[in-house]
Every structure is written in structure tokens, then in C-alpha cells.
């Protein structure tokens, strides 16, 4: 049987958020201890229910606290993100936990949060299937985009690839 953990961090009372995030690395660090696998991280916005943006944030805060659970992003909203920003903050988070990242993606599904993001949810929808698309679409496209980045930059000689 395997053991994880999923912080959803939910703001239920006045506290400092710094406590809440605080707590949440603290929760970890002791089911790092008793031999848990991996803990999750939510990513919402505008609600008390999640109150973590960036879940490759709070995966990044604890790659310097932990050493050997494996630290999970359940889920990036990869359509509210650049892409080319995305694909570089993945790459650096997964080096600040030497390997340990485990990258969930997804689409996705709450119209409000799109709107404040000034996105429409319909982007998160294939135009061709009409069907949510998926994490693999999702990944397929941001390394599309980083490529295309690439060789923009490889042209320009402003950054290396």
C-alpha cells in the first residue's frame, strides 16, 4: 500500500496566511517522517477553499525542507499560464527537488476562476473534439511553445537552449 498526502489548504478561519502556508510545510515534513510517498498541491484562485495559487510554489518551498517525498502538483492549470513561462518554472522546480516533482496538468473547470484570469474556460476545450483536453495536449503544447521559443532566442542570441 502506498501513503500521500493532498493539501488543499482551505481558509476557514482568520488566520495569517503565512501560518496557513507555514502548517502546510510542517504537515509534510511529518508525513515525510512517517514514510508517506508523495504530498499533493491544489492549485485554485479567488476562493477560500484552496488558497494556493501556485502549486510549483509551494512544491519549491518544500524541496529545501524535505529530502525524500516526492512532491506532486494536483493540478497546474496549464491555460492560465504562458507557456513558455510554464515549461521554464517546471524545469526549475523539478531541479530544486532533484527529480522529485511529480507534474500533474490539467485544464482546469471553474468558470469564475477563468474570468478573473480574463480567459475564456472554452479555451480549455479542444476545438476539434469538443472534449476537455487532457494533460498530455496540454504538455504537447507547452513544449511546442518552448520550442518555438527556442529557436526565437537561437536567432536572436539572446538566451541559450
Known amino acids: 500500500m502506498h501513503f500521500g ?3 488543499l489548504l482551505g481558509y476557514r478561519t482568520r488566520i495569517a496566511a503565512s501560518t496557513l502556508y507555514d502548517d502546510a510545510v510542517e504537515q509534510v515534513k511529518a508525513a515525510e517522517a512517517a514514510g508517506f510517498e508523495i504530498a499533493w498541491f491544489a492549485e485554485h484562485h479567488f476562493s477560500n477553499s484552496c488558497v494556493i495559487p501556485s502549486p510549483l510554489m509551494m512544491v519549491a518551498r518544500l524541496a529545501g525542507e524535505t529530502r525524500r517525498i516526492r512532491l506532486g502538483t494536483g493540478v497546474v492549470v ?4 504562458n507557456p513558455v513561462r510554464l515549461i521554464s518554472e517546471i524545469g526549475m ?5 532533484h527529480g522529485r516533482l511529480v507534474l500533474g ?3 482546469g473547470y471553474q468558470p469564475y476562476e ?3 484570469f480574463g480567459e475564456d474556460l472554452a479555451h480549455s476545450v ?3 473534439t469538443g472534449r476537455r483536453r487532457t494533460a ?3 504538455m504537447s503544447a507547452t513544449r511546442s511553445a518552448s520550442r518555438r521559443a527556442c529557436a526565437t532566442a537561437k536567432r536572436s542570441s539572446t538566451a541559450p537552449c
Open 5 to 7: 498526502q493532498f493539501n
Open 78 to 81: 496549464a491555460p492560465l499560464y
Open 93 to 97: 522546480v523539478d531541479a530544486l527537488t
Open 105 to 107: 496538468v490539467g485544464s
Open 114 to 116: 477563468f474570468e478573473r
Open 126 to 128: 479542444s476545438p476539434t
Open 136 to 138: 498530455s495536449w496540454t
